[in-house]
């Protein structure tokens, strides 16, 4: 294995993090690939991975040919550590990797640092979402190709910023929405698109919930290798609990604690996790792309015993229940929101799909599946066949990110690029920002600020805690 200094692992990997005190977030080292050239189809693509949590991993896992992960950053070197000699849900995954890299992968706790520093031609980022942007953006000025996570943000600023940068630097950036690139789902939506259901008045998605806001747990001495300042990022100091970031290891009152991804400051929970992958459909579908609704109006005509109900037949298990009572529960409630064209899409409970009212029938969407009624509405559908691509452990991205190689290596536009995934994350803080009003609001998707709004328009961005800055022109 290769480490930056001739010491153990732990404490090579302390060092590190110990001696950037002084880095700067700007004026990073000169593009690896500036010019922005197709490569060689089997030239080798050096990647570096930014987060090795468990999504981290089965992406390390399911990277294709001739990619190869030379890097690897966590601000908890115990996870880096589990990547590199991997077991359990993970042994079998990661075997290529251990066998093939792991012994001459170098090892950071601080992205900044790693880019910087490693000589790379892409990332993988798989953080926690208030990292995603920082990184990408870092990585983008470094002359590297990303591939993010979903959701690609966490406020409309931020992805604006992003796509412009990508713009910019002329790279290639995948957002990980890899329902873009499963045929069954690409079917589907381009079935929609194309007329196929007639015209659309509504579409459905189950109601996600919103995030809660940042809470103060008692004090815990921070883990032995873990950087809780680096975790902290962007957003404000507040003291360790490690119910502020671990997430599914264990539980409270018998919910799986999902950490960091309840958090308002880190992310906007399901609506953005879960939700982004619905709403990426519809956006798809409706043709939406590059556009989004005119109006966002919370819903006051679901019963209280509804939202119960479909709280404790869908989220009980990932989300704590109202502390009060459901009728004042904001990021429990239904949203609508309305298109140009007169298109409604609602979050609604005793929803379990993404479901399309059209002129001639319904469809129901979801992970690599479709449902038409009635059925002979669809004459040739795809073959099942095309579903056992995608089977494996940790829903395999294996083909998303082939799709994202093949960009790289042709510099041509992937199936899920930074424009798609900025206007689905979009829709999806508008839900959650009209929650935390409590009102209709009108947007505008060319500007993209809300109109006659100033209240509103004060949560397109969020703060930045000094030091993680993002790299843009003042």
């Known amino acids: 294995m290769r480490y930056e200094t001739n010491i153990t692992r732990r404490q090579a990997l302390l060092h590190s993090a110990a001696a950037l005190g002084s880095l700067s977030l700007v004026g990073h080292g000169s593009p690896r690939r500036a010019k922005a050239e197709p490569m060689g189809s089997n030239e080798r693509i050096r990647v570096g991975v930014i987060g090795t949590g468990v999504r981290g991993k089965y992406l390390i896992g399911n990277l294709p040919e ?12 115990s996870r880096m550590e589990e990547t590199l000699k991997p077991s359990a849900e993970f042994a079998e995954v990661l075997t290529p990797f251990k066998q093939r890299d792991a012994d001459r992968c170098a090892t950071y706790q601080d992205y900044r640092k790693m880019i910087d520093s490693e000589e790379l031609d892409a990332v993988i980022i798989a953080t926690p979402d208030h990292h995603h942007t920082l990184a990408a953006m870092l990585a983008l000025d470094a002359g590297l190709d990303v591939y993010i996570e979903k959701p690609l943000t966490v406020s409309i600023r931020e992805g604006r910023l992003l796509a412009d940068k990508v713009k910019s630097t002329r790279r290639v950036l995948q957002v990980g929405s890899q329902q873009r690139t499963m045929e069954m789902n690409r079917f589907a939506c381009e079935f929609i698109r194309e007329g196929g259901l007639g015209e659309i008045r509504e579409v459905a998605l189950p109601n996600y919930p919103g995030p809660i806001a940042l809470q103060r747990f008692p004090i815990e001495a921070i883990p032995a290798g873990f950087d809780w300042d680096l975790f902290l990022g962007p957003t404000p100091e507040i003291a360790h609990n490690r119910k502020l970031w671990v997430k599914d290891d264990f539980k409270v009152d018998g919910l799986l604690w999902r950490g960091w991804d309840l958090f308002q400051a880190y992310s906007g929970h399901l609506m953005t996790n879960w939700g982004a992958h619905s709403v990426d459909m519809v956006q798809y579908a409706l043709g939406q792309d590059d556009s989004g609704p005119i109006r966002v109006t919370p819903r006051r005509d679901i019963s209280a015993t509804e939202l119960e109900a479909d709280w404790k037949a869908k989220w009980r298990k990932k ?67 095309n579903s056992a691509r995608w089977d494996g452990s940790g829903h395999v991205a294996r083909p998303h990110l082939q799709n994202w190689i093949e960009c790289m290596q042709s510099r041509g536009k992937p199936n899920a690029p930074v424009e798609v995934g900025h206007r689905t994350a979009t829709i999806c803080h508008l839900v959650n920002i009209a929650r935390q009003l409590d009102r209709s609001l009108r947007w505008n998707p060319i500007t993209e600020r809300f109109i006659d709004d100033l209240e509103a328009d004060q949560l397109l961005d969020r703060p930045r805690r000094q030091g993680f800055e993002l790299p843009i022109a003042s």
């Open 66 to 77: 001739p990619a190869r992960v030379t890097a690897i950053c966590d601000c908890s070197v």
């Open 319 to 385: 989300t704590p229940q109202p502390m009060g009572p459901w009728s004042q529960a904001n990021r429990f409630q239904p949203v609508s929101l309305e298109y140009e064209n007169g298109t409604k899409l609602s979050l609604l409970p005793g929803i379990d799909n993404a479901t399309f009212y059209g002129t001639r029938g319904t469809m129901t969407i979801s992970r690599n599946k479709f449902v038409a009624d009635p059925v002979d509405l669809v004459k040739i559908a795809p073959s099942l066949s």
